[in-house]
């Protein structure tokens, strides 16, 4: 049975595809604390909100 993806919400495939990165690359950065906020859902999969996403890329911008 498929999860509902939340609205407002990335799917993992969908950040890495946006942020044209591999699912590797992704759980490094989560990993050293890097990647935007997530959500994980009771079946171990991850959500990323909408509006965390906009704000760490923001962040990035003002970093650089």
């Known amino acids: ?3 509902a993806k939340p609205r407002g919400t990335l ?3 969908e950040l890495c595809e946006e942020l044209q990165i591999s699912r ?3 759980y490094d950065w989560r990993a050293k604390g890097r990647a935007p906020r997530c959500l994980k859902l009771p079946n171990g999969d991850l959500r ?3 509006a ?3 704000r760490w890329l923001n962040a990035l ?3 650089a």
């Open 1 to 3: 049975m498929a999860t």
């Open 24 to 26: 590797s690359t992704f």
């Open 52 to 54: 965390d996403f906009e």
């Open 11 to 13: 799917t993992l495939a």
């Open 48 to 50: 990323i909100r909408r």
């Open 61 to 63: 911008e003002d970093a």
